[in-house]
């Protein structure tokens, strides 16, 4: 995920990076980011979930960003 490759791969600001979403038909659902981090990282993770976050706000994903997005998804649907 970008998250991941973010604070994982180049900042090396966390563990781990995941995140998880549930959207019931009938009421507004929720989507989560986890983060695990060393305590002398956590505000600089914190900022970078934020920044990526504010980042959705104004930037649309790309064609190949989301293609891929909906290509992992449809595989967990299938595969657990």
Do not use: C, M, N
Not at 33 to 45: D, G, K, N, R, W
Not at 58 to 65: K, L, R, S
Not at 67 to 72: F, V
């Amino acid at each position: 995920s970008r998250l991941s490759r973010k604070l994982v791969q180049a900042d090396g600001t966390a563990l781990s990076v995941s995140s998880s979403s549930y959207t019931p038909a009938a009421v507004p659902g929720f989507f989560a980011i986890s983060v695990s981090t060393e305590p002398s990282h956590f505000e600089a993770a914190w900022k970078s979930v934020l920044a990526e976050v504010e980042r959705l706000k104004t930037e649309p994903v790309g064609a190949a960003e989301l293609a891929r997005a909906k290509k992992q998804k449809a595989a967990e649907t299938v595969f657990g």
